[in-house]
């Protein structure tokens, strides 16, 4: 069995925020003092106009707030988010204990942690990890903290939830829940080279040393075989696993 490659101890992430400036234009003085025929009879154009653009402009705009908003509820109730992907979180006040999952990463530049106590020392750590693609999370009741840092926002997963399962899972994806995220059975990963491939086959998300089944660093080809009663596999640095058997 091979050595778990790395456990980071935190990332520094700058932000840039650009802002932008928004002008209004003034309004166009007077032209001129007197009036016209001519100018009368534009002006009545413009009064149509208006009362007729603003009537269709309403109903327009109405359906399209309505859609907006319909959308912006959808995505929020697909999401479901349950807190932020930056921050340090009480663990029983901030955040309730549970299972979490964060999608999308990618350079290893999300950091998170679970830890007994806010020290901030070494000696705190309880797991931790920095993540390309997906990491699912399990916050104990024992633990006091949880710290994320670049990451993606957390949403809570349901562990009684079904899915689709996939026979071929991207090499740098994170952490897939087997049985919903990869389906069980023996894949393979060719190509990997310095033993910068890292998989692990796990019975939980605590990320304990305890909750490893197996894991192994590889060059060259990679085969190993998922149980369906593995937790989770997880895989970076890879190339992608393609379902063999």
Not at 22 to 44: H, V, Y
Not at 99 to 112: A, E, K, S
Not at 115 to 134: C, F, P, R, W, Y
Not at 188 to 195: A, L, R
Request: hydrophobic share 30%; proline share 1%; net charge negative.
């Amino acid at each position: 069995m091979g050595a778990k490659g790395k456990i980071a101890l935190g990332v520094v992430v700058s932000v840039v925020v650009i802002g932008a400036v928004s002008a209004n234009a003034g309004d166009d003085g007077d032209s001129g003092s007197g009036g016209n025929g001519k100018d009368s009879a534009a002006s009545a154009d413009r009064e149509s106009g208006t009362k007729s653009d603003t009537k269709s402009g309403t109903k327009s705009g109405t359906k399209a707030d309505a859609d907006t908003k319909k959308d912006a509820e959808a995505d929020k109730a697909e999401k479901k988010v349950a807190f932020q992907g930056d921050g340090d979180f009480e663990v029983g006040t901030d955040v309730k204990t549970g299972t979490y999952r964060t999608t999308g990463n990618t350079g290893g530049l999300c950091y998170w942690e679970r830890a007994k106590d806010a020290s901030g020392e070494m000696d705190s750590i309880l797991a931790n990890d920095n993540v390309s693609g997906t990491s699912y999370v399990t916050i104990s009741a024992g633990d006091k903290l949880f710290k994320s840092s670049g990451c993606k926002d957390w949403e809570a997963v349901d562990t009684k939830a079904t899915g689709t399962p996939a026979a071929l899972v991207k090499g740098d994806g994170g952490m897939h829940r087997v049985g919903v995220d990869i389906a069980p059975g023996t894949y393979k990963s060719t190509g990997n080279t310095d033993d910068l491939c890292y998989w692990e086959r796990t019975k939980d998300a605590s990320h304990s040393m305890e909750s490893i089944l197996a894991n192994n660093n590889v060059s060259g080809t990679a085969v190993v075989t998922v149980a369906a009663g593995d937790a989770y596999f997880k895989t970076t640095g890879c190339k992608d696993w393609k379902k063999t058997g």
